[in-house]
């Protein structure tokens, strides 16, 4: 199974900050025929689902405003908010698609300063 | 707008089955070329992919779990469900059922709320 790797495990960020997390996978989930990282990023707050933030590493969701940004490739992601909202209070995941069974990251828990 | 929803008991005992299904609605589960996934989250802790399944039946399982789950379709209800057997205190959690966004290899981009289910005498 591929492993996922978050960092760090929580992270306190005052408002307007930057807050970035990390994550790291055992190994490559980029696909070389189409050049794709087959990474995602999820937000869920208390009491809700997952939402998709971020697929393919770095292609945002619809709707997911545009202080959420991913990057990296192969085996090294992050997932950038380039300036902390309250509502952006929740635990991320990343997850990898690449093969099954699909994994994802413990989670990191981002919390205001 | 697609939505989804978790069914089912919210509490099973020890060493029967688990049994859910999830009704999809604003879009029918066998138009496109979309899978279907469960995932799980035990109370406080991370997800974990159960399986996931296409409309023509075609499945793809954890292997941590495949002896004992069992996802199947039935497109005249728009519903796909899950089967756990022989279910412990470990499988108590937080079921959601998903669609991927495109084919099995691809990320989950609709949720249902999710439903938990206790495994307790």
């Known amino acids: 199974d591929i492993v996922m790797t978050q960092s760090p495990d929580s992270l306190a960020v005052s408002l307007g900050e930057r807050a970035t997390i990390n994550c790291k996978s055992s190994?490559?989930?980029?696909?070389?025929?189409?050049?794709?990282?087959?990474l995602a990023w999820y937000q869920q707050k208390p009491g809700q689902p997952p939402k998709l933030l971020i697929y393919?590493?770095?292609t945002r969701e619809s709707g997911v405003p545009d202080r959420f940004s991913g990057s990296g490739s192969g085996t090294d992601f992050t997932l950038t908010i380039s300036s902390l909202q309250a509502e952006d209070v929740a635990v991320y995941y990343c997850?990898?698609?690449?093969?099954?069974?699909?994994?994802f990251g413990q989670g990191t828990k981002l919390e205001i300063k | 707008q697609m939505q989804l929803q978790e069914s089912g008991p919210g509490l099973v005992k020890p060493s029967e089955t688990l049994f859910l299904t999830c009704t999809v609605s604003g879009g029918s589960i066998s138009s496109s070329s979309f899978y279907w996934g469960w995932i799980r989250q035990p109370p406080g802790k991370g997800l974990e992919w159960v399986g996931s399944?296409?409309?023509?039946?075609?499945?793809h399982y954890n292997p941590s779990l495949k002896s004992r789950v069992t996802i199947s379709v039935d497109t005249s209800k728009n519903q796909f469900s899950l089967k756990v057997n022989s279910v412990t205190a470990a499988d108590t959690a937080v079921y959601y059922c998903a669609r991927h966004r495109g084919s099995y290899r691809d990320c989950l981009d609709y949720w249902g709320q999710g439903a938990l289910v206790t495994v307790s005498s």
């Open positions: 393919w590493a770095s």
């Open positions: 997850q990898q698609y690449y093969t099954t069974p699909y994994t």
């Open positions: 190994q490559s989930v980029l696909y070389r025929s189409n050049n794709q990282n087959y």
């Open positions: 399944i296409y409309f023509s039946g075609t499945t």
